[in-house]
Structure formats: C-alpha cells, structure tokens
C-alpha cells in the first residue's frame, strides 16, 4: 500500500517537473534569442561609437604626419613626435575587442596624447562630440 | 423544469457527484500544469537572456567597432587637413569642397549609425519569409553563382545564407546577404563611402598635399570595396 502511494506522489512530483522544464526549455530558447539580439544592439552602438572617437585621432594624425613630414624645423619635429606617439598609441590599443581588459584606460591616453598633440599644432578643440556623442553632428574646430 | 435546462447547459450530470469530483479535479490539475509550464517559460526566458547578453553584447560590439573604422578615419583626415588650410592661411576662407565634403561625410556618419539601429531593431527575417520576399522582388543575384544560369533548380529558397544565425551580419562595406531588398541600406552607404573617400583624394591632390595621404586614402578605399 505505501508503496503504491509513493508512485502516485512520484508520479505528479515527475509530471510537474516535466511540464515546468518543458516551459523552461521554450522559455530558454526565446530568452537566448532576445538576449542576443539586445546584447548586440548596445555593443553595436558601443563599438561603433568608440571605433569613430579612435578612427577620427589616427586619421587626424596620419595626415598631421604626411603633411609635416618634410618639415626639418625644431617645431615640426617635436610636432611629429608627438603625432608618432599618438600613432603608435593607437596601432597598439585593441579598441575594437570588448573584452580587453584597459578599455577605458587606454581610451583616456588615447585621448589625452590627442589634447597634446592639437596644442602642439595649435589647433583649437571642442571634445564634447567626441564624449557624449561619438563625433555625431559635426565637430568644431 | 429548470434544473433540466442546467444540466444541459453544464454539459454535467448533476446526480453523478463522483463524475463532478473529477471533473473538476482535472481541470484544477490542468490549470496547475499550465501555470507550471508558464512558470517554467518566465524561468526560461531570464536564464536565456542572461546566457547570451554578454555574448550578443560582444558580437556586436566587434561589428559596430568595424564598421565606423573607415568613416571615423576620414572624418579624420578631413578635418585635419581643415585645419591645414586654416593654419596656412588665415586670411583666405577654407575651400568650399573641404567644408562641403566634411558635412558629407558627418551625414553619412550620422546615416549609417541610424542604419545600424534599424538593422538591430528588426532582425534579418527567418527563410521562409525570405523565400517569399525573393519570389516578389524577382531576385536572382547571388555571390555562391548557383542561381545564376537560367534558374535554379533547388527552387527559392536554396541561396539562403546565414540562415542558422538568422540575425544577419551587419558589416556595411560588405554586405554577406545573399539577396538585396529594395532599401537595403548597407548597398547604398557602401557606395558613399567610396564616393567620399575619391571626393578627399581630388581634394588633396587639387591641393598640391602630400602624395602619401593619396596612398592612404587609396588603401582606405580598397578596404571598403
């Protein structure tokens, strides 16, 4: 007799266990696929936005560079250091990878070699396109 | 007789108090079940999410970062080269095809983030919506070739790429669908970018400026094509 009744008490503990993985199951699949498309959506802006901020310095750079290149001055040659260093800052910065681990501490002297670098040329900059907004609707020089 | 009148309407038999037992019985376990299941699905839903945001978060984090890269670096250039004209003389206006050309190139910025969005915000539909949009739009381009001569045997359907991972790439320059709607925007902001990298390559050889950027710019520009 007792054996009989623990089956039945098995028996609806199993089913309501399986009716409950079932939906989780199903529930799982649809939440890995909001998940995804989510998560994608915000690291595509992220990305994005970070890649057009870094993008924007080394071209910004590389042209300095091309353009002074020829210039043998004191002046010119301290500007081309510094545009080298901001260059090579830059090649060495794995920004597009959002899983390194100095993101945003590289990103800071990314930024700060850019601030020295526009002084040196004496080019006046305005950065708040370039924190709040990645670079959208223009910039000013 | 109005008692009749219920028991027809109840589709129960009032004198069975057994059968009622059961009846009712069952559907109470019915409900139980249901909401076991639903309960399951809410479960479901949130260790899902939680499973794939990082993994979503990266993926498109690794797309967007690819696909400002050739923009971010023009603008750039563009802006650097402003500043040029600027600083060399001070007394002349900058050339209206620099001013002109960045504004371009800031527009076209400013679409393909909005292209981007859109393209997350709706996700690529499944095949079998994609079988019907390629019937109606007439479509017969495709990169494998297999549909190329005289039709395809395999029938409509049979091109389709991509379609495990139905949310589709995002990269701009190359666009991997295999079919093209009429407002793809990723076709139309892929020719742009090329159209304004020329466009910066005639502004600085009109300019007389280094050869070099010429060079970069033209690498620039093969990487998008």
Known sequence: MAHKSEDLFDCILMADDRYHVEGYREGFDEGKRQGMIDGRKHGASHGAKLSMEVSFYYGFGITWKCLLQNNTDVKARKRLKALESLLGLIQKFPHEEPQYEHLQEDMEKVRAKFRQVCSLLNVPTDFSEYVKSGGSGGISF | MSWVKSVQYSGEDVFDEDADDINLQDKEW?????????????????????????????????????????????????????????????????????????????????????????????????????????????????????????????????????????????????PRLSFTLPTDPFTIIGESLEQLLQCCMDIVSELGLSQELIRHLQQLKSATE
């Open chain 2, 30 to 174: 019915k409900y139980n079940m249901k909401k076991r299941v639903r309960d399951g699905y809410v479960d479901g839903i949130d260790h899902g999410k939680e499973a794939s945001l990082q993994l979503g978060f990266n993926m498109g984090y690794r797309e967007g970062a690819a696909s400002t890269m050739a923009i971010g670096q023009l603008k750039g250039i563009i802006s650097a080269i402003q500043c040029w004209c600027q600083l060399q003389r001070p007394d002349t206006p900058t050339p209206a095809s620099v001013t002109d050309l960045l504004q371009r190139v800031v527009k076209h910025e400013d679409s393909l983030m909005e292209a981007m969005r859109t393209a997350l915000e709706n996700p690529i539909p499944s095949v079998s919506d994609v079988s019907e949009n390629m019937e109606d739009l007439g479509v017969g381009e495709v990169e494998s070739g297999c549909c190329g001569d005289g039709g395809c045997s395999k029938g409509s359907d049979c091109c389709r790429k991509d379609s495990d991972m139905d949310l589709g790439p995002i990269l701009p320059q190359k």
